[in-house]
Nanobody, 121 residues
Framework: QVQLVESGGGLAQPGGSLRLSCAASGSIVNLNLMGWYRQAPGKQRELVAEITAGGSKNYVESVKDRFTISRDAAKKTFYLQMNSLKPEDTAVYYC???????????????WGQGTQVTVSS
């Protein structure tokens, strides 16, 4: 069974920083695409940043130059460093991993439980 466990959310002041972590565990054969999504109240879930197994990164325009996605393949963990936070970054952040588990022959998407990020003075 595969699990994704998130940590690192909380309250930050505008201009502050937070670092989110997402650790994958279980019978994992291979990790593919890893990403962070967020959902603010009354809005659709949106992709914030993603990183491929090869290390290529992609960001939504609103977080470019402020957020950095990274990964530690050996630990099956990836991160979202969020700097220069703004009130509009307030949302529940979810990690998502496309991976192949031992039980299956194909790649499937798994989601973390979500962590609240609140940016407010």
């Amino acid at each position: 069974q595969v699990q994704l466990v998130e940590s690192g959310g909380g309250l930050a002041q505008p201009g502050g920083s937070l670092r989110l972590s997402c650790a994958a565990s279980g019978s994992i054969v291979n990790l593919n695409l890893m990403g962070w999504y967020r959902q603010a109240p009354g809005k659709q879930r949106e992709l914030v940043a993603e990183i491929t197994a090869g290390g290529s990164k992609n960001y939504v325009e609103s977080v470019k130059d402020r957020f950095t996605i990274s990964r530690d393949a050996a630990k099956k963990t990836f991160y979202l460093q969020m700097n220069s936070l703004k009130p509009e970054d307030t949302a529940v952040y979810y990690c998502n991993v496309n991976l192949r588990a031992l039980l299956y022959s194909d790649y499937r998407d798994y989601w973390g439980q979500g962590t609240q990020v609140t940016v407010s003075s």
